[in-house]
């Protein structure tokens, strides 16, 4: 199992976001017994926060093999579904950080208006970095809701005919081509003006 230094690594920085979807990953990959090597584990995140990058990292659920699926809620929801039994799980983000102090919340604010002196700097780090801890180090209970279940499952990935833009000549997926005036377009050159 990849560790969170891992992570770390894929994602670029460390942060509460990535943890968390680390914590995340772990709880389905301990449900189903390891990563998705092709399609047979699905991934359905309802956010595109640092999260969703240890998640495919982690259990091998990406965009590319089309075992990702994105809608866009901005909860911190998260859907595991085995093929072919449909067994899952749905993974909800109850964790309450921890309460800040007054001067603690000006430090933030100082940070949100622009503020990067030396001590609002390593504030923020601090801040982070004890919720990262936090984070990795709470139970399950206190950080998640997990509901077990079974889902629909979601069609697989389709493969589609490339075909190329009449005007800018790049390939696209045929069923995102569009048609104007006979012509068969990408979506940016169909969405432009006067052409």
């Not at 983000?93 to 622009?114: C, F, N, V």
């Not at 589609?160 to 069923?175: D, F, L, M």
Request: hydrophobic residues 35%.
């Amino acid at each position: 199992m990849k560790t969170y230094d891992d992570v770390v690594d894929f994602h670029g920085h460390s942060c509460p976001g990535l943890a968390m979807g680390y914590r995340v990953s772990k709880k389905a990959l301990k449900e189903f017994a390891g990563r998705s090597e092709d399609e047979e584990l699905v991934a359905i995140v309802e956010n595109n926060s640092c999260a969703v990058d240890a998640i495919q990292l982690m259990t091998g659920c990406t965009f590319g093999k089309g075992n990702l699926i994105f809608r866009d809620y901005g909860k911190q929801v998260y859907t595991f579904i085995r093929r072919p039994s449909g067994k899952s799980i749905r993974i909800s983000i109850d964790w309450k950080k921890p309460k800040e102090t007054k001067e603690e919340k000006a430090m933030w604010e100082r940070y949100m208006k622009g503020d990067r002196s030396e001590k609002v700097i390593k504030f923020v780090h601090d801040r982070k970095a004890a919720k990262i801890k936090h984070i990795l180090n709470t139970s399950e209970r206190e950080l998640m809701t997990v509901t077990k279940g079974k889902e629909k499952l979601p069609p697989e990935a389709e493969i589609y005919q490339s075909i190329s833009c009449e005007i800018c000549n790049e390939k696209v997926a045929e069923p995102k081509a569009r048609v104007r005036n006979g012509k068969i377009l990408c979506i940016p050159c169909f969405e432009m003006k006067g052409k």
